[in-house]
């Protein structure tokens, strides 16, 4: 059973630059390829980005694309999403999600704000 904890949520400015992190215990981060959704307040959740197991592929929701950068470090167990230039409308729980063959785990989620 692997077991997701996120970290790094907090308050920033528009405009502004923060990092989440999501480190794995309980099983190989490296089996699995591994993504970041969020859900803000009233809506549905929805993938950000997604990075597969070798670290070399990624992939990101339109809305993110050029502002934020998914990364992995398989020998730590981390994967972080590196958000710049934020937006009042990136403001959601982040969650991370491991995926491998027919299993999904994922965390409990990080709170990010963005406001003045």
């Known amino acids: 059973q692997v077991q997701l904890v996120e970290s790094g949520g907090g308050l920033v400015q528009p405009g502004g630059s923060l990092s989440v992190s999501c480190t794995a215990s309980?099983?190989?981060?490296?089996?699995?390829?591994m993504s970041w959704h969020r859900q803000a307040p009233g809506k549905e959740r929805e993938l950000v980005a997604i990075?597969?197991?070798?670290?070399?592929?990624?992939n990101y929701a339109d809305s993110v694309k050029g502002r934020f950068t998914i990364s992995r470090d398989n020998a730590k167990n981390t994967v972080t999403l590196q958000m710049n230039s934020l937006k009042p409308e990136d403001a959601a729980v982040y969650y991370c999600?491991?995926?491998?063959?027919?299993?999904?785990?994922w965390g409990k989620g990080t709170l990010v704000t963005v406001s003045s």
């Open positions: 999600k491991a995926a491998g063959g027919s299993k999904n785990y």
């Open positions: 309980g099983g190989t981060l490296s089996n699995y390829a």
């Open positions: 990075i597969a197991r070798g670290g070399i592929s990624t």
